[in-house]
């Protein structure tokens, strides 16, 4: 299995991949790195008893998956103290670092040998149908509809409308792709207003450069930024809920080691749908992280907001109490992604406000900026701080919303601080909330 050793540490972590459709990916050999993880923590002369799992989001092929995970994972063996600390709490501490990647990069690099086939990359009608096919939905009329749509963009034409061959491209596109529109009590994928292809022109012609992916396409294509925002993330909730609570279940059934998550961006669905699949079993997980995340600020409530009875689609999370330790949420307001660029995705540039009470809430909002709201939940607010030995004294069983502006605060363009996690002052959070799991 691939394993990636961080420079000027004592860490490393394995790499393990899935596909699109959340089955594990073999390696050349034809084994499976799930397989090797678990010989692994029920091998007594291993003697694993922590398993760390992180997810990457959006922009996430193979090397940009690996680049992040080496900054998480060195941000966290910077802090010595934290580790210090977990050897005498558990004298015979020992950690399997996890890599859990999936592909969520149009155009990416799925391959993990280093390699790279540049016809992937390469332009023209085919190679623009089979990215966004692949991206978007797989089918003949959602080809057909791909092929009208790169026929129109080639004009280099922004009409103040759309021609009505494009619009009922993007229609069927929607159609193809299965995308639900059932508002804030949907699933991830399911979790927005329905496309309005003219609406949705009029608002993205407007953003000039940068996105979740880095990238921008303009004009008529615009669009596609939107589908391909919610194809995302229900293929992060398809991976997590299958080769994800694969992976957890698994490693519980071993019955060896404490279980930490942690997620970023549409990473966050991921681990969520471990959790959610999971809280169905009698699985548990010490700890989570859910830094700068791209999901709905309602995810978790008991009752939404005027629908009593109706509860947010990662509910089974906090009902079954699958999170023994603290569950910490970052927000920045300096992450224009989830900032910005979440409710515009979702089809609501212009929102009212949707919660009662004197604090203004949205209906369509990211953890990433609000972090986790709504009844049912027992939150509590604090502020990140610069100095590693800080005491957070977090609490099993509790909810962390934690202000991070002054960590996550770098990056350009449109996405801002999104991507602006790997500091010491986060891997000490992670390692506090570690330090607060309760039993042995």
Known sequence: MPVRHIENTDLEYQLLCCDKDGVERPEKDGSLSSKGILAQLVDP?????????????WKGDVPAAVEQYDRWVAAMAACEADRARARERWPDFKALLIGFHWPSQPWGNEKTDG????????HGEQSFVEVWSDLIADSEAARNSLRVLYAEARKDIEPDRLPASVVEAYRTLEREAQLGADGVAGAPDADRRPLDPQT?????????????????????????????????????????????????????????ARVHLMGHSFGCIVVSGMLRRAGMGDVKVDTV???????????????????????????????????????????????????NLYPLAA????????????????????????????????LESTTVASDLGHTYG??????????????????????????????PQLGHVFWEAVLATPGN
């Open 45 to 57: 002369t291993q003697a694993i008893t922590d398993v760390f799992v992180m997810s990457h989001g």
């Open 115 to 122: 390699s790279f086939d540049v016809t992937a990359a390469s």
């Open 200 to 256: 949705a022109y009029e608002d993205w012609s407007t953003i000039e450069a940068g996105s979740f992916d880095g990238s921008f396409l303009g004009g008529m294509l615009s669009v596609l930024r939107q589908l391909s925002f919610w194809s995302m993330k229900r293929r992060a909730r398809v991976v997590g809920e299958h080769a994800g609570r694969s992976l957890i279940d698994a490693i519980a059934a071993t019955g060896r």
């Open 289 to 339: 992280l859910l830094a700068q995340g791209a999901m709905s600020l309602w995810s978790c409530a008991k009752d939404l907001p005027g629908a009593a009875g109706t509860p947010g689609y990662f509910r089974p999370v906090i009902e079954n109490r699958c999170v023994k330790g603290p569950l910490i949420v970052t927000t920045s307001k300096f992450d224009r992604a989830v900032g």
């Open 347 to 378: 089809g609501a540039a212009s929102q009212v406000d949707y919660a009662p009470g004197a604090e203004k809430l949205p209906k369509f909002g990211a953890i990433g900026t609000f972090g986790l709201r709504g009844e049912g939940l027992e």
């Open 394 to 423: 977090f609490a099993p069983g509790r909810i962390y919303n934690l202000k991070c502006d002054e960590v996550i605060k770098n990056g350009s363009g449109l996405s801002g601080a999104h991507n602006d996690i790997a500091h």
